[in-house]
Each structure stands twice: as C-alpha cells, then as structure tokens.
C-alpha cells in the first residue's frame, strides 16, 4: 500500500459555488509517495474578481495578495500533471474536487479521473468519538499542527498528515476490525473502500506468514 501515490489537496476560493462563479485563490497541493511526503506544491490564484470581505476575513488572503499572481490557466497543466496516476485526498472532497474539476474545464483541459479518499470520512470512521471532525480541531485533538487554518498551504499540509497518522492507526488495528471498517466503507462517497481493502489484506498476509512459520524482515 505505500507504493500508491496520494496528492492532498487544499483551496481556498470566493465562495462555494464555481456554478455561480467563484473562483479558487489559493491552491496548495502535497504528495504522498512510499508513505512519505515528497513534494509540496502552493501558489495564490488571480481570481479575476474582488474577493469577498468575509472571505478576507476567514483566509487573511486579500486583494493585494493575488494581484501580482497569475490566473488558473497558468498553473492548469502542472496541477494536471501533478494529480496524475494518484489518488485524489481532501478534507472534504466534495468541495474541492468540483472546484478544480471545473478550473481545468475552464482551461481547456480534460476531466480528472482518479479515485478519492475523504479524509472528514475517514477521521469519522477512525476516531468516532472526537469533539469534531473540522480540521482545525481533529488536528487539535491528535496533536497534528495546523499553524494557519482556512490558508491552503497550511490546511494541506496538515490533511497530509491527519491522513498519514490515521493510515498508521488502521494498521494497528486487528484483522477484524478492519475487514468490518472494511465492509461499512462502502456506505461512504469516496473510495476509502480500496483503503481498508489493501490495509485487511496486507493484515491478512502478515497473519499466515506467522501462522505457516515465516519471518518477516523490513
């Protein structure tokens, strides 16, 4: 399973409804590769419209910051090329997915096909019993930092590791409880499915090589 490559992704826009025009502002992307973090990707977004003041008051990202920035079309086919051959992994992927789904449209770049991993679905299944399942206070709560929250780069980083720290905690799980996890996945809206599935048979491996008397090194 760590040979899979994740690309977590963060943005942060003018509003919830590209439908209607909003525009994304600040996009930051991390990539997970062999269960480490390889690359981090981050750029401010002219969005061709003034940002609203209550947006500027959630995201500390003014007008002066994306002046000097570059429109979407700019950046489109790195980010393309970046969400390649990985799953896609968000703090609610509903929301982002649409966002760049419909900037690269815009741009003139086909549709992004890929499996996604919601990590607000994840988290949920993992630690049922947190306080809440925001980013900024499930971090909180597991000690993961987030320094500036609503700031795409720092919201990125952090989902990266809430992901990569909850992945660690499944693995410590016994074979039963990730084959029921496993079952009730497929009730959710991302793909957190193939998840479960490749953690309950590496589960189920390491289980007969002991039975049959391997030792496993590394």
Request: aromatic share 10%; proline share 4%; hydrophobic share 40%.
């Amino acid at each position: 399973m760590n040979t899979q490559k994740y690309v977590v992704v963060d943005i942060e826009t003018t509003g919830h409804s590209p439908a209607k025009g909003d525009r994304i502002i600040q996009l930051a992307m991390v990539t997970i590769e062999n269960g480490e973090i390889t690359d981090t990707y981050t750029e401010f977004i002219n969005p061709g419209r003034t940002i609203p003041l209550f947006i500027q008051d959630l995201t500390n990202i003014t007008d002066a910051d994306v002046a000097e920035a570059k429109p979407f079309e700019h950046y489109a086919e790195t980010v393309y090329e970046k969400m390649q051959d990985a799953i896609f992994v968000a703090h609610n992927t509903n929301f982002d997915l649409p966002f760049l789904q419909a900037e690269l449209k815009r741009s003139g770049l086909p549709k992004w096909q890929g499996l996604t991993m919601d990590t607000v679905e994840l988290v949920r299944l993992m630690y049922p019993t947190a306080f809440s399942f925001k980013l900024q206070d499930i971090t909180s709560e597991l000690g993961i930092p987030l320094e500036s929250a609503h700031r795409a780069d720092d919201d990125a980083m952090a989902t990266a590791l809430l992901f990569l720290r909850a992945k660690q905690d499944l693995v410590s799980l016994p074979y039963a409880t990730l084959a029921f996890l496993h079952k009730r996945s497929f009730q959710l809206k991302s793909d957190l499915s193939r998840l479960f599935f490749e953690l309950t048979q590496e589960k189920e491996t390491h289980r007969l090589m002991i039975l049959i008397g391997f030792k496993e090194f590394h």
